[in-house]
């Protein structure tokens, strides 16, 4: 048999990369505990972003803000677990994965969420315009946390990550404050739209609201879109400036 001939002939157009998001994780520990627990049998992801202040991490050898790569990007790491947005599950297939070395923490039933370090923020950053240069199947509405996707499961990257700034770099979604404003002034007028609207706008953006069915269910929802969208407040308490950045997203993104 002849040699496969691999560069004679190449498709240009007739196929796509199988990644269509990008999800951002905390990881609830110091960066030895982070690396062990991500090159271990059970998790794993395809970045991993340190803090360069992490004792663990300076004791490793490292004084600058480094990136690393854990998993190569062709294949599937294992960081989105149980997931949705949209029309897909199981979002390890789909997803590249970031996890961000940060102490948020969950004790006695309260969340503490520490902020992200200036050069992590900027990595983070580099990092994603580099894929999303890469990836043009990935949308703004298609760049996620780990919150979104599992939804009552999960709570990274928190309400601490620059979502607002990152977008303002062009990483993500945002809404626009005028017509966010524009659905504020009609909401207080009158009233907020039925939990039914709401619920359809949630799955038009491409959240899942199949859990959404009881009070406590649509709580987690809300909760999960206010860690990303209104980060002031995420108490899960639909009010009018929730449902106004929800209907200003849907409006912006899939008018």
């Known amino acids: 048999m002849k040699p496969i001939l691999y560069n004679k002939f190449r498709s240009i157009k007739s196929y796509n990369s199988r990644i269509r998001f990008l999800v951002f994780h905390y990881t609830a520990g110091n960066f030895s505990n982070s690396l062990s627990t991500l090159t271990g049998p059970n998790v ?17 050898g490292y004084r600058e803000q480094e990136v690393f790569n854990l998993v190569d990007e062709q294949h599937r790491a294992w960081h989105a677990g149980v997931s949705a947005w949209g029309s897909r599950t199981s979002l390890n297939d789909t997803a ?17 969420f520490p902020p992200y370090h200036p050069a ?11 894929i999303l240069g890469r990836y043009p199947d990935i949308a703004p509405t298609q760049v996620l946390g780990h919150s979104d996707i599992s939804i009552g499961r999960k709570s990274d990257p928190g ?7 990152l977008y303002l ?12 404003q524009t659905f504020q002034d009609q909401y207080t007028q009158t009233a907020m739209p039925e939990r039914a609207e709401l619920l359809r706008l949630f799955k038009t953006y491409g959240y899942d609201v199949c859990g959404a069915v009881n009070d406590q269910g649509f709580t987690q929802l809300v909760r999960a879109f206010q860690l990303h969208f209104r ?21 912006k993104y899939f008018a």
């Open 169 to 180: 770099k062009g990483v993500g979604a945002w809404f626009d404050e005028t017509t966010q």
């Open 96 to 112: 590249i994965g970031v996890e961000i070395v940060n102490l948020a923490s969950f004790k006695d039933g309260v969340f503490t």
């Open 159 to 165: 309400p601490r990550f620059p979502w607002h700034a």
């Open 120 to 130: 992590q923020i900027e990595a983070i950053e580099t990092l994603a315009l580099n």
């Open 44 to 60: 794993s992801a395809h970045y991993l972003i340190p803090d360069m202040t992490d004792q663990s991490y300076l004791e490793a």
């Open 231 to 251: 980060p002031e407040r995420y108490d899960g308490v639909m009010d009018v400036q929730t449902a106004a950045n929800l209907a200003a997203l849907v409006s």
